[in-house]
C-alpha cells in the first residue's frame, strides 16, 4: 500500500516542501542513477525521464528492481532511451566500463546500505559500499569525461556513532575534497532525514503490521526521528543536481530540506494505528522492543563541526563547515578498504572512527604531533 502524499503530510503534520528544479539543467543530459532499484533511485527515474534527458542509465546489483524500474520509467515516459546495468559500485573497473558506455554528464549516487544495525554487524560490507562505492563513482566519473556528481547522504552523517553514519560522513567529506580540487567533477552533497515510505522504513512495517492485526512495533519509547516526503527527497536531489549552489567558501556545500521539527515514532506509530485500522477491527496495540545496534534515540541535522545556513532557496539549507577540515586522501581511502577485506570488524570499527576524528580535528593530530 502505497500512502498519498497528502495524507503522510497529515501524518507528520507538517506541509510539504516542494522544490522547483531547473529543466533547463536537466533536458537533454545524459544521467546515470546508482541504486536505481531501491526505492530513491526508482522514484528519481521516473522524475528524471519526464525532463526527457538525452540518456538515462540504471545502475545497480538488483536485477529484478532493475527489470521494474525499468519497465515503470517505459510505460510512463515511453519516448525516453533507458538502459539497465547490472553492476556493484564497489567494482571500480566494471564502473568505469558502464560508465565509458554512457558517458553520463551527472551522476546521482543512491546506492548503499541503509540499514544501521546492519552495518554494525557487517562494517566491511559497509565501508566497501557506502564509502568506497561513492569513491568509485566519483573515481569513474572522472575517468571518463567528468561531470556532476550528487551523493545522497543522511542525517545519521552528523555526530555518527554508527558505522553507518560515519562512511556516510567520511563519504560527505571525500565529496568536499573533490569540490576543492576543481577538478572535471562538480561534486555535491544531500542529507537526507528518514524518507517517509521507502522500503525497509517503518512505515510499510508499521502499514503491514497494522493490515495483519498483529502488534506494532517500536524500539523505544523516546524515539524520534527527521521525516521527509519520497517527492521532497527527488526535489531536494534534484535542486543539487540543477542549481550551481557553493557556500561561503567557495565549495559545494551539504544540503538539506527543512524538515520542521523530529517527529516522537511512537506518536507516529499511534497516528497510522488510527488512519488505517480497518473497520470493525480492534487497533493494533503497540510493543516497545529495544534499541537495534547503532540505534540513536534521536538524530541531528549538523553537530560542532558544522554550522546550518540558509541555501538561498526556500526551504533548503546548507552546511558550512565551521574550519577547515584535512583533505581525506586517496592514501586513507585505499587503506581503509584494505582494512575492509582482511581484517576483523573490531579493528575496521576502530579505524573508520580514527579517520573520521583525524580528518574533523587536524588541529589535535597537529598539536598532539
Same mark, same amino acid.
Given at each position: 500500500?502505497?500512502?498519498?502524499? *497528502?495524507?503522510?503530510?497529515?501524518?507528520?503534520?507538517?506541509?510539504?516542501?516542494?522544490?522547483?528544479?531547473?529543466?533547463?539543467?536537466?533536458?537533454?543530459?545524459?544521467?546515470?542513477?546508482?541504486?536505481?532499484?531501491?526505492?530513491?533511485?526508482?522514484?528519481?527515474?521516473?522524475?528524471?525521464?519526464?525532463?526527457?534527458?538525452?540518456?538515462?542509465?540504471?545502475?545497480?546489483?538488483?536485477?529484478?528492481?532493475?527489470?521494474?524500474?525499468?519497465?515503470?520509467?517505459?510505460?510512463?515516459?515511453?519516448?525516453?532511451?533507458?538502459?539497465?546495468?547490472?553492476?556493484?559500485?564497489?567494482?571500480?573497473?566494471?564502473?568505469?566500463?558502464?560508465?565509458?558506455?554512457?558517458?553520463?554528464?551527472?551522476?546521482?549516487?543512491?546506492?548503499?546500505?541503509?540499514?544501521?544495525?546492519?552495518?554494525?554487524?557487517?562494517?566491511?560490507?559497509?565501508?566497501?559500499?557506502?564509502?568506497?562505492?561513492?569513491?568509485?563513482?566519483?573515481?569513474?566519473?572522472?575517468?571518463?569525461?567528468?561531470?556532476?556528481?550528487?551523493?545522497?547522504?543522511? /542525517?545519521?552523517?552528523?555526530?555518527?556513532?554508527?558505522?553507518?553514519?560515519?562512511?556516510?560522513?567520511?563519504?560527505?567529506?571525500?565529496?568536499?575534497?573533490?569540490?576543492?580540487?576543481?577538478?572535471?567533477?562538480?561534486?555535491?552533497?544531500?542529507?537526507?532525514?528518514?524518507?517517509?515510505?521507502?522500503?525497509?522504513?517503518?512505515?510499510?512495517?508499521?502499514?503491514?503490521?497494522?493490515?495483519?492485526?498483529?502488534?506494532?512495533?517500536?524500539?523505544?519509547?523516546?524515539?524520534?526521528?527527521?521525516?521527509?516526503?519520497? *517527492?521532497?527527497?527527488? /526535489?531536494?536531489?534534484?535542486?543539487?543536481?540543477?542549481?550551481?549552489?557553493?557556500?561561503?567558501?567557495?565549495?559545494?556545500?551539504?544540503?538539506?530540506?527543512?524538515?520542521?521539527?523530529?517527529?516522537?515514532?511512537? *506518536?507516529?506509530?499511534?497516528?497510522?494505528?488510527?488512519?488505517?485500522?480497518?473497520?470493525?477491527?480492534?487497533?493494533?496495540?503497540?510493543?516497545?522492543?529495544?534499541?537495534?545496534?547503532?540505534?540513536?534515540?534521536?538524530?541531528?541535522?549538523?553537530?560542532?563541526?558544522?554550522?546550518?545556513?540558509?541555501?538561498?532557496?526556500?526551504?533548503?539549507?546548507?552546511?558550512?563547515?565551521?574550519?577547515?577540515?584535512?583533505?581525506?586522501?586517496?592514501?586513507?581511502?585505499?587503506?581503509?578498504?584494505?582494512?575492509?577485506?582482511?581484517?576483523?570488524?573490531?579493528?575496521?570499527?576502530?579505524?573508520?572512527?580514527?579517520?573520521?576524528?583525524?580528518?574533523?580535528?587536524?588541529?589535535?593530530?597537529?598539536?598532539?604531533?
Amino acid at each position: 500500500m502505497t500512502i498519498p502524499a *497528502e495524507v503522510a503530510a497529515k501524518l507528520l503534520r507538517r506541509p510539504v516542501r516542494p522544490l522547483r528544479a531547473s529543466r533547463a539543467a536537466l533536458e537533454g543530459r545524459r544521467i546515470v542513477i546508482t541504486g536505481a532499484a531501491g526505492s530513491i533511485g526508482r522514484a528519481l527515474a521516473l522524475r528524471l525521464a519526464q525532463f526527457q534527458p538525452r540518456s538515462l542509465c540504471l545502475v545497480d546489483t538488483s536485477d529484478h528492481g532493475l527489470i521494474e524500474t525499468m519497465n515503470a520509467v517505459a510505460e510512463a515516459s515511453p519516448g525516453v532511451a533507458v538502459s539497465e546495468r547490472l553492476c556493484d559500485v564497489r567494482d571500480l573497473s566494471r564502473l568505469t566500463q558502464v560508465f565509458e558506455r554512457a558517458q553520463p554528464e551527472l551522476v546521482i549516487h543512491a546506492a548503499a546500505l541503509k540499514y544501521v544495525h546492519l552495518g554494525e554487524r557487517h562494517p566491511g560490507e559497509c565501508v566497501l559500499t557506502n564509502l568506497i562505492g561513492a569513491r568509485n563513482a566519483i573515481e569513474a566519473l572522472r575517468q571518463t569525461g567528468g561531470g556532476r556528481f550528487v551523493l545522497i547522504s543522511t /542525517d545519521k552523517a552528523a555526530s555518527p556513532t554508527s558505522v553507518m553514519g560515519a562512511c556516510k560522513r567520511l563519504a560527505e567529506l571525500y565529496v568536499r575534497d573533490v569540490a576543492a580540487r576543481q577538478s572535471n567533477v562538480q561534486a555535491i552533497a544531500v542529507r537526507f532525514g528518514n524518507v517517509f515510505g521507502s522500503r525497509g522504513s517503518v512505515v510499510p512495517i508499521f502499514l503491514d503490521q497494522i493490515r495483519r492485526g498483529v502488534p506494532v512495533t517500536v524500539t523505544h519509547p523516546d524515539m524520534e526521528r527527521y521525516f521527509m516526503l519520497l *517527492e521532497e527527497a527527488v /526535489d531536494l536531489i534534484l535542486q543539487a543536481a540543477s542549481r550551481e549552489l557553493v557556500n561561503e567558501q567557495g565549495l559545494s556545500p551539504v544540503l538539506l530540506l527543512d524538515m520542521g521539527e523530529p517527529l516522537p515514532i511512537i *506518536e507516529l506509530a499511534q497516528r497510522m494505528v488510527e488512519a488505517f485500522t480497518p473497520a470493525g477491527r480492534s487497533p493494533s496495540p503497540i510493543v516497545i522492543t529495544g534499541l537495534k545496534e547503532g540505534e540513536q534515540l534521536t538524530e541531528q541535522l549538523q553537530d560542532e563541526h558544522e554550522v546550518l545556513l540558509p541555501a538561498h532557496v526556500d526551504g533548503l539549507w546548507r552546511l558550512q563547515p565551521v574550519a577547515p577540515a584535512r583533505a581525506l586522501s586517496e592514501a586513507d581511502l585505499t587503506s581503509l578498504e584494505g582494512t575492509a577485506r582482511t581484517r576483523s570488524d573490531a579493528v575496521l570499527r576502530q579505524r573508520v572512527f580514527a579517520l573520521l576524528d583525524q580528518v574533523l580535528r587536524p588541529q589535535n593530530q597537529a598539536a598532539a604531533g
